[in-house]
């Protein structure tokens, strides 16, 4: 398991970089600085036909919750979303 | 339009079980610095009903505590956490009327993820997390007493909303004079919540005017962002307006807001583990 993103401190400060290894030890020393959350890179097991359908079923949803209109800031709201699901499924 | 008035409501809110001791002290010690963790362990284990669940939920890592924690007295590592568990825990735990029509473990579901999203709002614009969490978790607690004062209603409500794809409150507005969040918003007064979490329920649909302040303004945003992010698995789900208004007044930016998603969605699915709702 490897980090995906660097850890960085309240400071700004980077305690692990972006791939670094997750061992034992490592991950106790950020469970003691009560760390409450990080990101590891998974590796991804779908072939393009998977990754196809699970955009697809992405978008289909994201059309259906935010269905009907309004305003500005839910417009924009629904960009970051999609943005964000659409990263995820692909 | 039924002659059924708020007042009316309100004066048969004893079909509502009250809060739990324990969540009524730690909603009550929200702004007091003195409020100490031997004052909510004393609380908290006069209700042994709730020690085990509030145990397994400080332990799903939902509320980011950093040890494993096997006795109340523990619990004193992080106060302010264990107040949010104990709560969410208290809550969930007493408020459940159900029937065929209406599923409380859907409606709590929504309520945490909520209450996550305020949480995550309140730390992103540095406001009060756990009075954010609070108010986020006891957001929707008109409609359970809707439910529970006049069932057949609230189900006409329900039906209305599912057949006519109609946001919960003008659904309301065509069965009541009043909506669940003016219904939740009394309710709070007549429990005699802080002020800050009457504001955060009474104002969550409807922020244009900005007279229920920032409270307000953030469970609107953080009622909207839980739809946007389909926490609650609710049935149909569609996200509901969102306040231009509310939104500059706090300074949200979605686009910079974007990268706490995964966190709120990692800690959600955490806590609806840890208390049973999944």
Known sequence: MVTAAAILVRKGEELLPSGKVLDSAIIESIRRRAIRFIMVNVPDTRDEEAIRRDVEMAEKRLLHIFRGGGSEARAELQRAITAFRLRQAS | VTALTLTDILARASALPTLPEVAQYIITTIDDETANAE??????????AVVARVLASANSGAFGLANHIDSTRQLILGLEKIRS????????????????????????????GVAMCARAIAEAIDFNAEAAFTAGLLHDIGQLLLFAVTPDLF?????????????????????????????GGELARLWKLP???ADGINGHHNPESGEFGEMGDLIHLAEVLSHALDLGELPNNKVPEL??????RLG???????????EIEARYDELTLALGLR
């Not at chain 2, 306040?243 to 500059?248: E, G, M, Q």
């Not at chain 2, 949200?252 to 995964?262: G, P």
């Open chain 2, 39 to 48: 004052n909510l362990v004393e609380h908290l284990n006069t209700d042994p």
């Open chain 2, 85 to 112: 568990i104990t709560l969410a825990t208290a809550v969930v735990d007493r408020i459940n009327p159900a029937s065929q029509a209406f599923n409380p473990r859907v409606l709590w579901r929504h309520s945490l």
């Open chain 2, 155 to 183: 189900g006409e409500v329900l039906t209305r909303r599912q057949n006519l794809d109609e946001c919960i409150v003008d659904a309301e507005h065509a069965v009541f004079d009043f909506d669940h969040a003016q219904a």
């Open chain 2, 195 to 197: 002020a800050a979490i």
């Open chain 2, 243 to 248: 306040s231009v208004a509310a939104c500059a």
């Open chain 2, 252 to 262: 949200i930016d979605w686009q910079v807001f974007a990268r706490r998603f995964v």
